[in-house]
């Protein structure tokens, strides 16, 4: 069992580009989260999915968009990016009550 | 609106003695609460939990207290170990929607513990 696993670990990007975050996870969860995290802050809540085909908002959505094609995998977009977007992104999975974190990406944008 | 607010960013404290973490929250509708860790470079790994129906939940070095009335909970880790340093983070869910739950957390700032040897 691997867990919540996300792709890359570290990137650049260029204002104005865009990239995909990938996160999969192997427990067969249902929900399935995106946060960010800034520096000195809580975890966010950018995106999150009750299953697959299903995707909501969360507190910070602007800017990112989600798809949700399968019950592993929960890929974050980001379209133009902007130094805002400039954070930790974490993806999680939901089991009861508890939710499994990923070991994050790191965001810069220059 | 700060829901979750951990009002200590730091704490220190010697290895084996007690370290206590605080929370408190103002949304009346949470009733879940969770405790993570977090080391740096690594995504945060659940600790523990307490849901509104107890006060008190125990695991090992680590007790999480919930006082509803006084909507407070706070993290005991006895006794303290180096390898505790880390930043804690509370976390609080309520159910969302009518007749469903999607859990969503709403995350305190964090603390960071430091256990000195």
């Known amino acids: 069992n691997a867990g919540v696993t996300q792709t890359p670990k570290f990137r650049i990007l260029k204002i104005g580009q865009s990239m995909t975050l990938q996160c999969t996870q192997d427990m067969n969860h249902n929900y399935m989260y995106w946060y960010r995290q800034d520096p000195g802050m809580g975890l966010k809540l950018i995106y999150y999915?009750?299953?697959?085909?299903?995707?909501d908002k969360g507190e910070v959505p602007n800017g990112y968009n989600v798809s949700r094609s399968t019950t592993e995998d929960f890929p974050l977009r980001l379209e133009l990016a902007a130094p805002s977007q400039t954070s930790v992104y974490f993806c999680?999975?939901?089991?009861?009550?508890?939710?499994?974190f990923g070991p994050g990406t790191r965001l810069l944008v220059l | 609106d700060q829901q979750v607010k951990q009002n200590s960013p730091s704490l220190s404290v010697q290895e084996g003695r007690i370290s206590i973490l605080n929370c408190d929250y103002t949304n009346s509708m949470f009733d879940y609460f969770l405790w993570y860790k977090k080391y740096p470079a690594e995504g945060p790994t659940f600790l523990i939990s307490?849901?509104?129906?107890?006060d008190k939940n125990e695991d090992g070095r680590f007790t999480v207290f919930l006082n509803k009335s006084a909507k407070h909970l706070s993290l005991h880790i006895v006794p303290s170990q180096p390898g505790d340093s880390a930043v804690y983070f509370c976390?609080?869910?309520?159910?969302?929607?009518?007749?469903?739950?999607?859990?969503?957390?709403?995350f305190g700032k964090g603390t960071l513990l430091t256990v000195n040897p």
């Open positions: 999680a999975s939901r089991k009861e009550g508890t939710q499994y």
């Open positions: 976390a609080a869910s309520a159910r969302v929607n009518s007749g469903g739950s999607n859990y969503k957390l709403t």
């Open positions: 999915s009750v299953g697959a085909g299903i995707t």
């Open positions: 307490i849901s509104s129906i107890k």
